[in-house]
Structure formats: structure tokens, C-alpha cells
């Protein structure tokens, strides 16, 4: 092979490194947030369609929801539910503080212990839908999420909206399990 055509396809496959796109599935890479999350309209009830649970989830077998509350101070009061398989609720309350910017990244504590905030955890909101009605919901590793809704289903159009995002952001959809909806008795 002559030496130019070796540079050549040497440099080519360089460039085609460089050059190639950034996906945020990288080990290491952090996922993106969403540009802007309106805190007004992101309060209220959300219901969990699907999770990659905490292990304080892992006794919930049904209807778990996070309920949002916009303080006067700027932080977010949480209560997440679900129902235990014995029919108890199981509740866990926190408090978040909000980084400046787009809203989109919550530092949660769950309790405080002599004043200290302990059972800190990371959540970024990965991405929302112009309406409100779904959301997805992370940390900067990747070991949990959640998606969320008004409605305890999401549409085929959503579902498919979602995975997309999930996969920019680096997760696996699979990795989700479904969330079971208390079914409606007649």
C-alpha cells in the first residue's frame, strides 16, 4: 500500500473518531437535564409509571406516587407513597433544594438526624413534556429513576417519546420495571 493512501486512511479515521457525535451513554458522562423545568407547573401529584428502584422501593407493590410542593423559601417539599403487598402505605417525606438554572437539578434530604441532613440523594429531572403530563426523572450515576405522569398510563406516543429520551440520557428503557396500577373496581 502506498504511503499517501496509508495517511490517508489513517487521518480519515481519525477525523471520523474526532469528529463522531458524544452520546451521553458514555460510562462516566453525566446525563443532560431538561433546558428549563417551570417549578409552578411541575408541583402537584405525578403518578410512577415505571422505575429502576432505590431499596427503599423495593416493598412497594403498587400505586406509588411523588407529590411536589413549592415552599416559600424556593425548596420543594416531596411525599412519595406507594402500597406495601400487606395494603399498608409506605411514606417517605423530603425536602429538596433547587439548583439555580434551569430547575432541573434537586439535591433531596430525607431526614435529619440533631439537625444534620442525612440521606442525601441527587435528582435531576431528565426530561418533561411541554404539557406536563410525564416526566422522567434521574441522578447523575444512573442507579435510579423513575417516569412519571398525571395519568397512571402513558400513551403508545408517549411511551415511545420516552425510551427516546431515556436512551439520549444514557439508560436502558428495559432497565425500568413497570409500575402496577391499583385496578378499578367496578
Same mark, same amino acid.
Given at each position: *500500500?502506498?504511503?499517501?493512501?496509508?495517511?490517508?486512511?489513517?487521518?480519515?479515521?481519525?477525523?471520523?473518531?474526532?469528529?463522531? +457525535?458524544?452520546?451521553?451513554?458514555?460510562?462516566?458522562?453525566?446525563?443532560?437535564?431538561?433546558?428549563?423545568?417551570?417549578?409552578?407547573?411541575? *408541583?402537584?401529584?405525578?403518578?410512577?409509571?415505571?422505575?429502576?428502584?432505590?431499596?427503599?422501593?423495593?416493598?412497594?407493590?403498587?400505586?406509588?406516587?411523588?407529590?411536589?410542593?413549592?415552599?416559600?423559601?424556593?425548596?420543594?417539599?416531596?411525599? %412519595?407513597?406507594?402500597?406495601?403487598?400487606?395494603?399498608?402505605?409506605?411514606?417517605?417525606?423530603?425536602?429538596?433544594?433547587?439548583?439555580?438554572?434551569? %430547575?432541573?437539578?434537586?439535591?433531596?434530604?430525607?431526614?435529619?438526624?440533631?439537625?444534620?441532613?442525612?440521606?442525601?440523594?441527587?435528582?435531576?429531572?431528565?426530561?418533561?413534556?411541554?404539557?406536563?403530563?410525564?416526566?422522567?426523572?434521574?441522578?447523575?450515576?444512573?442507579?435510579?429513576?423513575?417516569?412519571?405522569?398525571?395519568?397512571?398510563?402513558?400513551?403508545?406516543?408517549?411511551?415511545?417519546?420516552?425510551?427516546?429520551?431515556?436512551?439520549?440520557?444514557?439508560? %436502558?428503557?428495559?432497565?425500568?420495571? +413497570?409500575?402496577?396500577?391499583?385496578?378499578?373496581?367496578?
Amino acid at each position: *500500500m502506498p504511503r499517501a493512501l496509508f495517511v490517508s486512511i489513517v487521518f480519515a479515521a481519525v477525523i471520523t473518531v474526532v469528529a463522531a +457525535p458524544r452520546t451521553e451513554a458514555r460510562p462516566g458522562h453525566r446525563p443532560r437535564v431538561a433546558d428549563h423545568v417551570d417549578l409552578d407547573r411541575f *408541583m402537584g401529584t405525578w403518578i410512577e409509571i415505571a422505575r429502576i428502584p432505590t431499596k427503599h422501593q423495593k416493598s412497594c407493590s403498587c400505586c406509588a406516587t411523588a407529590t411536589y410542593g413549592l415552599r416559600e423559601d424556593g425548596r420543594i417539599d416531596i411525599v %412519595n407513597e406507594c402500597i406495601e403487598a400487606d395494603g399498608s402505605i409506605q411514606s417517605a417525606r423530603a425536602e429538596a433544594v433547587v439548583s439555580p438554572g434551569s %430547575n432541573a437539578r434537586w439535591r433531596a434530604t430525607y431526614f435529619k438526624i440533631l439537625g444534620l441532613s442525612v440521606g442525601k440523594g441527587d435528582y435531576w429531572i431528565l426530561g418533561v413534556d411541554d404539557d406536563y403530563t410525564w416526566a422522567v426523572v434521574g441522578d447523575p450515576d444512573r442507579k435510579y429513576g423513575w417516569i412519571l405522569a398525571r395519568e397512571p398510563a402513558l400513551t403508545t406516543d408517549q411511551r415511545e417519546i420516552v425510551d427516546a429520551l431515556l436512551i439520549d440520557r444514557g439508560y %436502558n428503557p428495559a432497565d425500568f420495571i +413497570p409500575t402496577p396500577q391499583q385496578e378499578e373496581t367496578p
